[in-house]
């Protein structure tokens, strides 16, 4: 938290009041307090105020005359007593304001109700009829000649707006010529002037009171103050707080505190599934290392997750801790050395004005605390199970921690997990580079073409290219795993259009390569039209990005180019093509990416079959790391080795996106 919110600025030194014993200073100040209590006397006109603002000023009139006795000896006193005088002054003025100002508005409001009655039926409202009524006319006159077209329609919009304009100023002029509108205005105007004066009053005495708060040093009772408040704060943040004489914050805290800390031992405990009815629950922190003990009652899931997130709640709460002592260290410091602490008034300003980003994003580190920093711990943390193994499948067995078991045989290239991963992350970046580059560079062959100026259509065929967007991917995907099915209409329908010279082959073998075409079994053909699928889903961002950027680019660039002499394909590659690549650079990241975790075409086309014949249980032929993750986690009920996976795909994707953005032209011009 900032200092600045902290404390009201520090004074290096000061002179001290109290130069004797503490408990004598204290006993002398009660005893002058009490003889200045008998000796007050209000001198206040009980006849100008009512009761309870005869009460108000009394009261600190009365703390005025006892503080004024001996601010001499005390620098609170001090504070006190101008304080009092402050308040006593902004009291009068105040009540003195509400009275005067009640009187004007009484009189103001009864003048219009009266000359409302005076002038209801006067000339100026007559002159105001007029203008209504010749406006209407007007109006219906300029709609009769828009109805037999004999005006357009931008004409009769104009001239619509030009009566209504006219008629409006007409009857301005007359309402400020008008005594009733006239006293209207000023009732308006007075009311503003009146809030804002109380406004004014209100600002002018807050300063003051700050003022005074900055201005008269504090002298500390207590001796080490700041090491006091620290392990008060450190006990329960809040109670160093109002230690360093901040009430109102300190007690709010303290609440807080409280609620927060009961909180976080209901869990630490293991004892949110007894508050919360809750047939099956964990044991808190202690449930994180055991996982329970006895099998079929004990779930290890709910030790797992209930440890986790009691872990979460004491990092909170430890960071929580770490600030409240830092701001009790920092007030008690400065206030042994003179400063005063910041009123309520004063943290509140604070926490509308600089600290209002604090308060503004607060809501929303909490929400990502435990929507993506916690389920991202709860997977890194199953990683180091054995989750999932014979005799650990939850919720009848249970679930032991196996170190980096689980990492070891990815690893393990001489393994059979460890050639399956070799496998599938081999086939998953040759996919990520292969959708990408395909899809980019149909797109862009495909806006070069439109932009062509020799191309007719261009709009038609721009909405044609379009027209892929229209249509969900699912379902489309789903429309292609029906055509290329191994009996599906491109065999039995689109083949012999397409071939219609098979039926004359006499060689068998040729006459299925054309005709009974092993769209799913066969793997390099399942792969080619992936890539085909994939260009069909994916050209089209870039077609559209592509078209905006070609027609952005200077016209000017390409005719200084044909003055020179330049071919097309000169033009494309030096002008055309670094242009786009500065673009579109960044992108191709976030693409390669996207392709390298196209989960929806590969699953739903094929569940990334074909089924390898050498590893019948181990990934499919065009299986991708995060299609293999899905397997290992729906089908054979292996999370912990699917999280794993999980992180190392993360951990690969974010060093490749990292290296390749930073090495992008458009990072290195903006940093």
Wanted: aromatic letters at 12%.
């Amino acid at each position: 938290m900032d200092k600045k919110e902290l404390i009201s600025g520090e004074k290096e030194s000061f002179e001290p009041l109290i130069n004797s014993n503490y408990f004598k200073h204290f006993k002398m100040i009660a005893k002058m307090k009490r003889e200045a209590k008998k000796d007050f006397k209000s001198n206040i006109d009980k006849k100008e105020w009512t009761n309870i603002q005869i009460k108000q000023l009394i009261f600190w009139e009365k703390q005025a005359f006892i503080y004024e006795k001996i601010k001499e000896i005390d620098y609170d006193a001090l504070s006190k007593f101008e304080i009092a005088n402050v308040k006593l002054d902004y009291l009068k003025k105040k009540f003195k304001m509400q009275k005067e100002d009640w009187i004007n508005f009484s009189k103001s409001a009864k003048d219009i109700r009266v000359k409302a009655v005076e002038t209801n039926d006067s000339k100026a409202q007559q002159e105001i009829n007029a203008i209504n009524s010749k406006k209407i006319k007007d109006l219906e006159n300029i709609k009769s000649l828009r109805d037999n077209k004999k005006v357009s329609r931008a004409a009769y919009k104009a001239e619509k707006k030009r009566i209504k304009m006219f008629a409006k100023s007409d009857v301005r002029q007359i309402k400020m010529l008008e005594e009733k509108y006239n006293k209207r205005e000023n009732f308006i105007f007075d009311s503003y002037r009146l809030i804002k004066g109380r406004q004014n009053l209100n600002k002018k005495h807050r300063a003051e009171l700050q003022y005074i708060n900055k201005k008269n040093p504090f002298e500390s009772k207590i001796k080490g103050r700041r090491w006091f408040a620290v392990g008060m704060n450190a006990l329960l943040p809040g109670l160093g707080t109002i230690l360093n004489k901040q009430y109102i914050k300190g007690i709010i805290q303290t609440i807080f505190s409280s609620i927060f800390l009961a909180f976080v031992l209901i869990f630490a405990l293991g004892k949110f599934g007894e508050v919360s009815d809750m047939q099956i629950h964990g044991q808190g922190l202690r449930g994180l290392f055991t996982l329970g003990s006895e099998p079929i009652i004990d779930d290890s899931r709910y030790f797992l997750i209930e440890g986790i997130v009691t872990t979460v709640f004491l990092a909170l709460y430890a960071i929580y801790l770490y600030i409240s002592v830092r701001n009790a260290y920092i007030v008690g410091k400065a206030m042994e050395k003179g400063s005063r602490p910041n009123t309520w008034k004063e943290t509140r300003k604070y926490l509308s004005e600089d600290g209002f980003s604090y308060v503004v994003t607060f809501p929303l580190y909490l929400i990502i605390t435990f929507a993506t920093i916690l389920p991202l711990v709860v997977s890194i943390v199953i990683i180091f199970t054995n989750y999932g193994e014979v005799g650990h499948v939850p919720p009848g067995d249970l679930i032991t921690w196996s170190g980096i078991d689980n990492l070891r045989r990815i690893f393990d290239f001489s393994g059979q997990e460890g050639k399956r991963f070799l496998n599938v992350l081999s086939w998953s970046f040759i996919w990520g580079l292969g959708a990408t580059l395909t899809s980019t560079v149909a797109g862009i062959g495909l806006a070069l073409m439109v932009n062509n100026k020799r191309i007719k259509g261009k709009k038609l065929i721009r909405l044609i290219y379009i027209l892929p967007t229209a249509i969900p991917g699912l379902i489309t995907i789903l429309y292609f795993k029906i055509i290329f099915a191994n009996n599906g209409m491109f065999n039995q329908e689109i083949s012999p259009i397409l071939f219609p010279w098979v039926d004359k082959l006499e060689n068998a073998a040729t006459h299925a390569q054309f005709s009974d075409i092993k769209w799913k079994t066969d793997v390099s053909t399942l792969k080619s039209l992936l890539f085909v699928i994939n260009i069909w889903l994916g050209f089209t961002g870039m077609f559209l990005l592509v078209t905006g950027l070609l027609q952005s680019i200077s016209q000017e660039l390409y005719e200084a180019a044909d003055v020179d002499g330049a071919n097309s394909f000169t033009k494309f590659s030096k002008i055309t093509a670094p242009l786009l690549m500065y673009q579109i650079a960044p992108l191709l990241i976030g693409a390669f990416v996207g392709g390298f975790n196209n989960f929806g075409l590969i699953y739903l086309f094929n569940e990334g079959g074909p089924v390898n014949s050498q590893d019948l249980a181990g990934p499919g032929e065009t299986d991708i790391l995060l299609s293999y993750v899905f397997k290992l986690v729906r089908d054979k009920q292996q999370p912990a080795l699917g999280a794993a996976y999980v992180l190392l795909i993360s951990l690969i994707l974010g060093g490749i996106g990292l290296a390749g953005f930073l090495r992008t032209k458009t990072f290195k011009e903006a940093f």
